[in-house]
Each structure stands twice: as structure tokens, then as C-alpha cells.
């Protein structure tokens, strides 16, 4: 994938509690960091208790640390403790939660994320009516990172770009393109052209 000109890796940890799936921790993180030694390793935690791997993620080589809003009883808090180990920090939010709780915290974080489809399984259909939440972020703050996840690809980066998603998760669709370079290619050039007619229009 980074060959295929991809700029970071989103890696989606489950913890079978949160989602129900199993996918990997940080001995997994911490084997695939020797072999990538540059490249930005975006951590999408779908775990209870997010505030428990941080340390450990931070120490296998994690750059970016995403967890869910709902996940948590203290987001201030384990925002503050990624930041602290030197991570950049992340708040995602699942379909059925509404957008606004994230307002408060907006202002310290790296990044928003935004599912487009109920976390736990790659290769589900894309939920467009989630694009107003997305809307609604570049609306009232700016230059936030926005990052949309789940059944993202040629078929629907346009509405994500349109919306306002800057920040690009494609699993399946580019697992099963013929030519991932050319997919990834494609969906840049959507985002960065809605990107630049929103900048035109302001
Ligand atoms: O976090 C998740 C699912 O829980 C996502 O990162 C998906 O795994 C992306 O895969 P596709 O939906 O693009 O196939
Ligand atoms: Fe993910």
C-alpha cells in the first residue's frame, strides 16, 4: 500500500469487547514498525478502556492514537495522556452517536473520525447519511483533520470529499482493486479538488 503511493497505514485494533471482532495489539505493532521505519501508523482503537494501551502502543512505535468517543468514561483525560506520550491523538465517533458530543473536544486533538459504517468488520456498505456529521465539522471548525472510515472507495469518495473529509480510510477497495495505485491516485485527486473549490469559494 505505501508503494501504491498510500500516505500513512490506518491499523484497526479490536478488542472483541468494544467490536464484536478480534484483530491485533501492540506486539503486532511492534514487529511491523522495524520493517516500516517511516511510515505514519494511524491506531484506530476500537477497545474498551482506550487509556490502557497507551504506553504500550507509544513504545511499539504507534504515531497517531484514534479512540472512541464512546469507549471511554474521561476523553480530556486520554487525550491528554496520548499527547503526553508523544503521540498525536485522535476521537472517532460510531454511526449511532451523534456529532455534536465531539465539540468540546475539537480543540485538542490531532484529528476527528468519523465511521461510516458500525465498527468491527472491513467490507460493509457505506453509510452516506453520515456525510452531515462530516459537514457539520468543516462547518464550525475549520482546519480540523476529518477522517472517514468504512466502505470508503471509488464509488463514494466523492460525497466524503464534497462533505468535507480530508483524511482517507479505504481497506476492501483497495485490497481488491486491480490496480491500487491507480485507485489511490483517483480518490487523492476527488479530495484534493474539493478541497481546493472550498478554499475557492470562501
Ligand atoms: O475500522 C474499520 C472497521 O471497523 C475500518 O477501518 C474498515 O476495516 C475499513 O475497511 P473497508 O470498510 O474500507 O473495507
Ligand atoms: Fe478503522
Known amino acids: 500500500m505505501m508503494d501504491a503511493g498510500a500516505d500513512y497505514l490506518h491499523l484497526d485494533v479490536m478488542d472483541g469487547h468494544f467490536v464484536p471482532n478480534l484483530t491485533f495489539g501492540h506486539p503486532v505493532v511492534k514487529c511491523l514498525r522495524p520493517k516500516l521505519p517511516d511510515v505514519f501508523f494511524d491506531m484506530h482503537m476500537m477497545v474498551a478502556k ?34 503526553e506520550a508523544g503521540m498525536k491523538a485522535g476521537i472517532g465517533i460510531k454511526p449511532k452517536t451523534p456529532v455534536e458530543v465531539l465539540d468540546p473536544f475539537i480543540d485538542l486533538v490531532d484529528m476527528v473520525l468519523i465511521m461510516t459504517v458500525e465498527p468491527g468488520f472491513g467490507g460493509q456498505k457505506f453509510m452516506g447519511d453520515m456525510m452531515p456529521k462530516i459537514a457539520y465539522l468543516r462547518e464550525h471548525f475549520g482546519q480540523i483533520d476529518i477522517e472517514v472510515d468504512g466502505g470508503v472507495g471509488p464509488a463514494t469518495i466523492q460525497q466524503c470529499a464534497d462533505a468535507g473529509a480530508n483524511m482517507i480510510v479505504s481497506g476492501s477497495a483497495l485490497i481488491n482493486s486491480e490496480n491500487p495505485r491507480e485507485t489511490i491516485r483517483y480518490m487523492r485527486t476527488v479530495v484534493e479538488e474539493a478541497i481546493q473549490r472550498s478554499q475557492l469559494e470562501r
Do not use: L, N, V
Open 50 to 83: 482506550p487509556e490502557q494501551w497507551i504506553e504500550e502502543m507509544q513504545a511499539a512505535g504507534a504515531s497517531q492514537y484514534t479512540f472512541h468517543y464512546e469507549a471511554t468514561e474521561d476523553p480530556k483525560t486520554c487525550i491528554r495522556k496520548i499527547k
